[in-house]
């Protein structure tokens, strides 16, 4: 007999998800702007946040309380639609990629298979490119119509340099397609599975850091770009542009734009994660509950190894002058990323002969 | 089952709402949008017709479309910053003769 | 599922006529990009998932990118209505208003609702569509390669400040 459970299980289930994922994601962020902080005073050789809780761990909190209470200056001759629209853009669209992004395998429930994501797209890869493609426009339009210098050139900067290693970025990936042979990002991590052996030993996860580690750096390169990070982050930088595009932006439109940014970093990670690490994989044991638990945390523990890198960088390395960045993404990391997928193409085709 | 008339309708609909906007509307950049809008009016009718017969030779149609408008986009854009270099007007009222 | 296809309909149509209606280029531009993606999501409800995602990748993402900073660099204004021409508006509309009737009167007669049973859906995957591409179309996609590459080369030759 079928309950209202079992009739509306999809809706129900993808509703589930949806709370789960948002409200992960959301501490996630709350707690990488902690991590961030933390990480970057230790390498500065000072302590970072340490009063409020201990180690500074209710600091997030205190940030967003913050947030919320701040005055929210609007400077005078901006232009009101594009100045609302963009931060909530910003965060829509930071928070749309995560949808197809898996975490896990499944487990059945009652009969019914739950899947660790919340949809498995065929052309999902497709997807997470065309929502980046789209986070051009929010910074486009922040810089735009706060109607002042520096936040217009922090924007035209900003767009130009995502639309630019975007390129590279969808490039590097096709090494990893053309070896998965398909575009949904459960598939691909599929196509990862198992070990290499070596007279019978396995010494290797068949992981694609191994097969593709060119289209690895090319694409972690140019992620970092997209994202608007350290060495890439020109167009935010403090010391060039006041605040780049985000200048007059204060209280709850900041908090937006700083935790789209963060979110897109997650995301991020977690692609790279997916396609050249893995995904999941990971010595699995125990009772069917640590089963089911124990992928998630390799996941997660990847990506993290993927955020404290992003963090390491910000505190090490200096930042691209503009005319660097374009050239290097343009003159260097696209030729590279062809060169890689005409390598991978024939090396693909001579082993499939 | 949506019937291939209502799609069609939708196509028609935006394809004489870009040619308004071609006809009415005298900023040049707007008139080019409204180019695009007539185009993507086209890609619709096309992936209509491929889903109702079942080929997917529409679909590869509108692939070339795609690439074709990015083409024309981009010398068309760099037509009009070069007209507005030398004429300083965006509006077509007044880039109506060949003199400098 | 069918009522999704009308709603992003209506939207598109909105969109389209704030496209057609809008005096700032800007708003234009972005009502472009709203037209995009709900065409975007009917062509998913077509089952052409490769295209939908093409079209916003390429068409939304990186076309009306173009767009958006060539009126940004351009810094254009509001529209201000001109009466040079009165012939367009007297004239245009109602051969516009015919061109209408026409088309609609001749999908209506062809496509009556319920003649056109939907084919079955097919695998419109990028696997599929690339077997079409480079097997049929192959001569077509290299002649579009070197139609960008001119389109590239006469777009800097163009925009440069002096040639």
Request: charged share 10%; with cysteine; proline share 4%.
């Amino acid at each position: 007999m079928a309950t209202f459970f079992d009739q509306h299980f999809l809706f129900l289930i993808s509703l589930a998800k949806v709370a789960v994922v948002l409200l992960v994601l959301l501490t996630i962020i709350a707690y990488l702007s902690w991590l961030e902080r933390k990480l970057i005073a230790h390498i500065q050789a000072r302590w970072g946040p340490y009063l409020v809780g201990p180690h500074g761990l209710l600091q997030p909190i205190a940030d967003g309380l913050k947030f919320l209470f701040k005055e929210d200056v609007v400077p005078l001759e901006v232009d009101r639609v594009l100045y609302w629209l963009a931060p909530f853009l910003a965060f829509t669209l930071a928070f749309l990629s995560i949808a197809v992004i898996p975490f896990g395998e499944g487990f059945t429930f009652r009969g019914h298979t739950i899947q660790f994501q919340i949809t498995d797209l065929n052309v999902g890869l497709l997807f997470i490119f065309a929502v980046t493609s789209l986070g051009v426009y929010s910074i486009t339009l922040a810089g735009w119509s706060s109607n002042s210098k520096y936040p217009l050139f922090g924007g035209l900067r900003s767009s130009a340099q995502m639309i630019s290693y975007e390129l590279t970025l969808g490039l590097a990936v096709v090494g990893v397609l053309m070896i998965a042979g398909t575009l949904s990002l459960r598939g691909i991590v599929e196509s990862q599975r198992g070990f290499w052996h070596l007279g019978g030993i396995p010494i290797l996860p068949r992981w694609n850091v191994f097969v593709q580690p060119i289209g690895f750096l090319a694409y972690f390169t140019a992620a970092v770009a997209e994202t608007n990070r350290i060495p890439f982050d020109l167009p935010e930088g403090e010391t060039e542009l006041v605040g780049g595009f985000h200048t007059e932006y204060s209280s709850f439109k900041f908090a937006m734009f700083f935790m789209a940014e963060y979110a897109n970093m997650v995301t991020v990670s977690c692609l790279a994660t997916l396609l050249f690490l893995g995904g999941w994989s990971g010595p699995v044991f125990g009772p069917s509950v640590l089963r089911v638990l124990l992928p998630i945390f390799w996941f997660g523990l990847k990506v993290f190894c993927f955020l404290f890198f992003y963090i390491w960088m910000r505190g090490t390395l200096p930042r691209f002058r503009y005319d660097q960045l374009m050239s290097f993404g343009w003159k260097f990391l696209l030729p590279v990323a062809l060169l890689n997928i005409v390598a991978t193409s024939f090396v693909v085709a001579w082993l499939n002969a | 089952m949506v019937p291939l008339s209502h799609y069609l309708t939708l196509s028609a609909i935006l394809f004489g709402l870009g040619v308004a906007g071609f006809i009415f509307r005298k900023n040049v950049i707007t008139i080019f949008m409204c180019i695009e809008l007539m185009l993507n009016a086209v890609n619709l009718a096309f992936i209509a017709f491929s889903r109702y017969l079942g080929s997917l030779h529409g679909q590869v149609f509108v692939f070339f479309v795609i690439v074709v408008a990015a083409a024309e986009a981009a010398v068309g854009l760099a037509i009009i910053i070069a007209l507005y270099r030398t004429r300083a007007s965006l509006a077509i009222d007044e880039l109506d003769s060949m003199k400098m | 599922m069918v009522a999704l296809f009308y709603i992003f309909a209506a939207v598109a149509v909105l969109a389209a006529l704030s496209v057609v209606f809008q005096r700032t280029p800007v708003y234009s531009a972005l009502s472009l990009i709203v037209v995009l993606c709900s065409l975007a999501v009917v062509y998913l409800l077509l089952g052409a998932e490769f295209l939908a995602v093409i079209q916003v990748i390429v068409y939304a993402g990186a076309i009306m990118v173009l767009f958006v900073l060539v009126i940004m660099l351009l810094n254009a204004r509001q529209e201000t209505p001109t009466d040079r021409s009165r012939l367009a508006r007297w004239l245009g509309a109602p051969l516009l208003a015919a061109l209408l009737a026409e088309i609609l009167w001749v999908v209506w007669k062809q496509f009556p609702p319920a003649s056109t049973p939907a084919a079955p859906a097919m695998d419109a995957g990028p696997a599929a569509i690339g077997q079409l591409l480079f097997r049929n179309y192959v001569l077509p996609f290299e002649v579009t390669s070197i139609l960008i590459l001119v389109a590239i080369l006469g777009a800097v030759v163009l925009a440069k400040k002096q040639l």
